[in-house]
């Protein structure tokens, strides 16, 4: 059973306490804010269409994204369709795109201990890193949820680590627990075109996110009519594309053990 199929968030009311609380701990807010506005196209668990259809939707307009990956979930089948294999991830390095961290068996952050977090994340960057896909700077939490152990854990590891709230990044945000806008669901493109709306008006950087994409996209995913549209608009409005690394090195964010906000 995939980590989707199986997950269960913390509905609890100690649950809704600790993801507004943590929003408030271990935080690494930016210094400054981009010069002009930026948007990087991400794909979580980097499924196989992702891999394939929004990689090449992508390097048909000049452009690269990111792909956070678990590598425990490689080969696999799951709701969102089968899983990329590691030569796939290696390929898209060598292309100028981005793998990300998440960790290896799509651990939880929000319902872990920060040990087992950590751990966990080491092993995914380590394979990877094995694979030929990387270097691994930048980390998203599976299911966008942290608790404060792992936030706090991981935060030394990696440059820049994106949950799941929507918004965009611009000085003082959370470099710890940096905000995304999903293209999913029947709504996505009206609320990613809205975000990117907000990013050009205030000169921000907007990550947006997906997962699977393909002509019957799960409920995580996009078509690829959606996906074309998005990137051609972003490009027409001349807002450019970057991949999370190339976001954070232009604000001065390094990566890698003891990030700092620089």
């Known amino acids: 059973m995939s980590p ?4 269960q968030p913390d509905r609890s009311l100690k649950g809704k306490l600790r993801r ?8 690494r807010p930016l210094a400054r804010g981009p010069v002009a506005p930026m948007v990087s196209f991400t794909f979580d668990d980097a499924p196989l269409t992702a891999v394939e259809t ?8 000049g452009a690269r994204g990111v792909f956070y990956v678990s590598a425990g979930l490689a080969g696999t089948e799951g709701p969102m369709g089968r899983f990329a294999q590691p030569a796939d991830y290696a390929r898209l390095a060598q292309a100028g795109h981005e793998i990300a961290c998440h960790t290896y068996s799509h651990l939880d952050c929000g319902q872990a201990s920060g040990a087992a ?4 994340a080491a092993r995914n960057r380590a394979a990877l890193v094995d694979w030929g896909a990387g270097p691994v700077s930048h980390f998203a939490y599976p ?3 942290v608790a404060a152990g792992p936030k706090s854990a991981l935060a030394a590891r990696y440059g820049v680590l994106r949950a799941l709230h929507h918004g965009v990044i611009e000085a003082g945000t959370d470099l710890n627990q940096a905000p995304a806008v999903g293209v999913e669901g029947p709504d996505g493109e009206a609320i990613a075109e809205h975000w990117l709306s907000k990013a050009r008006a205030r000169k921000a950087w907007l990550i947006l996110y997906t997962h699977d994409v393909r002509p019957d996209p799960s409920p995580w995913g996009c078509t690829p009519e959606a996906l074309a549209r998005l990137i051609d608009r972003t490009q027409m409005s001349g807002m450019e594309i970057v991949t999370v690394t190339e976001g954070a090195q232009r604000l001065g964010v390094s990566s890698g053990p003891h990030a700092q906000n620089a």
């Open 117 to 120: 977090a950590a751990d966990d």
């Open 143 to 145: 299911y966008g949820d």
């Open 20 to 27: 507004r609380l943590v929003r408030l701990a271990h935080r």
């Open 4 to 7: 989707e199929q199986a997950y």
């Open 54 to 61: 929004g990689a090449r939707l992508l390097e048909a307009r």
